[in-house]
């Protein structure tokens, strides 16, 4: 069945992105706005959505991604994901909602999918903001993107390095307070005297030394977010006084007798286990589920290695903007089959180091530290061998490990090229992005 003249009437008044779908994934109407951001222009009826907006030859779903007409036709109710959408640009992640459109029979005769791109992260090199295509990254940002738009606290967990700041900033950026400040509070190492008078400010003469009233950075974010970075660093007799702004949304400036009301979006982080820390005593329960309402995981480095190339590229643009530094293929090997316990603080600590090193603008295994000698030796031809000895294993690994092995050493073959090594495979280049994850 065709959706009425009427619908598709509907859908072309709209500013965003969206097509009109059959129960059997085809694309029946496709609005103004989405030929033009992700269809070139190129009229799209009659073909299907994941051809269009993937490159496969069969449904998302049985391309190990979840897809939201899939669901749709299983649950007959509104579904949304979050997808890496081919575009003229390449590849851009984009937030996917589906409506079922319920017909005169009461059945549902077609599906409505809205798309919008989402400018906070990128799947390419870029000057700002966040940066990934693994699906370890896609996760965290489809989390992301539903909390942003709310008021509810996040916090955010993960090994130091892992960029929450940049995701909390995210955070902001994505919400109704995104004109407002945000406000970092680093809470590692503040003593009582100090983290009220950094959070709640002071009067004049509060103290000796208080020369004049201070402004508190909860009074600062006024209208924002206030970013309290490292929370499970602050000690258990100070949680306390973070509870109560948390529970009342009022504080009082140390020394002053004046009640003002708070007017902030929290969002909190740590590397700390905060449940175990919770069982131990060391960090109040009451506190904790403040805190925890939306927790998102952060993954490491070594969880989202498809990643690491795209975040070298884009640490090398951010340090050095002037100059074009390259990665050499043998290079970007080694980077990728190291586990970065520093996750993308230490990566970028290499590369400045790399590129310091380096008298030219491509950066060689010579320029890297001696710490990323432990990812494997260099096999003669230059190239890791990754535990691959003339293609079997140096040792018994279970066949999962075996192939992520082998297409390390197969994309290290072809310079570090992912969509060759999809090509030369048979496979699709997000399907090899799973299999590297």
Sequence with gaps: MSPTNELISFLETHPEAQIVMGADYRILAANAAYRRIYAGGRDVVGQYCYAVSHGYDRPCDECGESCPLAVGRATGEPSRVLHLHHTPRGEEHVDVELTPIVGASGGIEYFVERMTTVREASSLPAAAGLVGKSPAFNRMLELVRRVAPSSTAALLLGESGTGKELVALAIHQQSAREHGPFVAVECSGLTETLFESELFG????????????????????????????????????????????????????????????????????????????????????????????????????????????????????????????????????????????????????????????????????????????????????????????????????????????????????????????ARRLGISERTLYRKLA
Aim: with cysteine; glycine share 10%; charged share 25%.
């Design 202 to 421: 002071h009067e004049k003469g509060a103290f000796t030394g208080a020369n004049q009233r201070k402004t508190g950075l909860v009074e600062a974010a006024s209208g924002g977010t206030l970013f309290l970075d490292e929370v499970g660093d602050i000690p258990l007799n100070l949680q306390v006084k973070l509870l109560r702004l948390l529970e009342s949304g009022t504080f009082r400036r140390v020394g002053g007798v004046e009640v003002l009301r708070a007017d902030f979006r929290l969002v909190a982080a740590t590397h700390r286990d905060l449940e175990g820390m919770m069982e131990r005593g060391e960090f109040r329960r009451d506190l904790y589920y403040r805190l925890s309402v939306f927790p998102i995981e952060l993954p490491a480095l070594r969880a989202r290695r498809t990643d690491i190339g795209l975040l070298a590229d884009t640490l090398l643009t951010r340090l050095a903007p002037e100059r074009a530094y390259t990665l050499a293929g043998t290079t970007r090997a080694r980077l990728a089959a190291y586990d970065f316990p520093g996750n993308i603080r230490e990566l970028r600590n290499i590369l400045e180091r790399a590129m310091l090193m380096a008298d030219g603008d491509t950066l060689l295994p010579a320029h890297l530290p001696p710490a990323l000698a432990g990812c494997g030796p260099l096999a003669p031809g230059g190239l890791p061998d990754m535990g691959i000895t003339n293609m079997g294993m140096a040792d018994v690994v279970p066949l999962d490990v075996a192939e992520r092995r082998y297409l390390l050493w197969a994309l290290a073959q072809l310079g570090g090229d992912r969509k060759a090594l």
